[in-house]
């Protein structure tokens, strides 16, 4: 079922969102070749709690397991839902975050990939026009549209440079729970899928192979790789849809102006 939201359930998300985008960029200020993905996950929990919040993915269920972190980090050919570790980050590297945070009720949830030094050109172009397809997407979030108009602008986009679009992960409402109805395909037909409402709102997630779009997953039933093992590129904003269209709720800006004063990270 599709539970529209009142403006004050906007307000308390886009809050929520303003928390998250902080949180990032306190992360983002860390990521340099060096660090283990773990330290990471650290920085994002104790910003959340610092802030009367809890990490939306901590202790999140699916069937009998629970995820232990609160951020997925997933690391050039892994596409989404990497496990913070041991892993220690290296010049060239991407590496996308993607967290929530949960307070009064609500979720948000965003992702962002990072490009580290020196990193491929082709690479770039990958998260650049990942990036892009992101906004293509969401500026397709009107009421009387429908959620294969959002999957069409970011398919025909990005598959019209040879790259692999994902089909078994989706996009996804938010609100009182992380995941909630409608799923969100990054892939569709103009005019099909849900319809959507003023009120809703979704998470709009391109996740874009370098390669080919086939996935594997590991052994730890979490990590979900490109079965070529090409890079893959992770953008996510949660928005709702208003009455003359999009209105995001999470933000990229404070990760934004980490980047412009990084000599590390490259501004994509």
């Not at 610092?50 to 269920?61: K, R, V």
């Not at 569709?188 to 996935?215: D, S, Y």
Request: hydrophobic share 40%; net charge negative.
């Amino acid at each position: 079922m599709i539970y529209l939201k009142t403006p004050a359930e906007l307000a308390i998300i886009q809050q929520n969102g303003e928390i998250l985008g902080k949180c990032h960029a306190e992360v983002a200020k860390a990521i340099v070749p060096g660090v283990s993905t773990l330290a990471l996950d650290k920085i994002a929990y104790e910003y959340i709690k610092d802030n009367a919040a809890h990490p939306s993915f901590l202790n999140y269920q699916v069937g009998s397991q629970k995820y232990a972190y609160s951020l997925c980090i997933s690391v050039n050919d892994v596409v989404v839902h990497g496990l913070p570790g041991e892993l220690i980050l290296k010049e060239g590297d991407i590496i996308s975050i993607d967290g929530g945070v949960y307070k009064n009720g609500y979720h948000a949830d965003s992702a962002y990939t990072y490009a580290i030094g020196n990193v491929a050109e082709d690479v770039v172009q990958l998260l650049q026009r990942t990036k892009e397809s992101l906004y293509l997407g969401l500026n397709q979030a009107a009421p009387g549209k429908r959620v294969g108009d959002i999957g069409f602008a970011v398919q025909s986009y990005t598959e019209s440079f040879g790259y692999g679009v994902v089909r078994e992960l989706v996009g996804h409402g938010v609100g009182k729970k992380l995941h909630e109805s409608p799923e969100v395909p990054n892939y569709g037909r103009r005019g099909e899928g849900a319809k959507l409402k003023e009120g809703m709102v979704i998470a709009i997630e391109p996740m874009i192979n370098l390669g080919k779009r086939q996935i594997s997953v590991d052994k730890d039933g979490w990590t979900i790789r490109t079965q070529d093992r090409k890079p893959s590129a992770h953008f996510e904003h949660t928005i709702a849809v208003g009455k003359e269209g999009p209105i995001i709720l999470t933000t990229f800006a404070p990760i934004e102006e980490v980047i412009k004063t990084s000599t590390v990270l490259l501004n994509i």
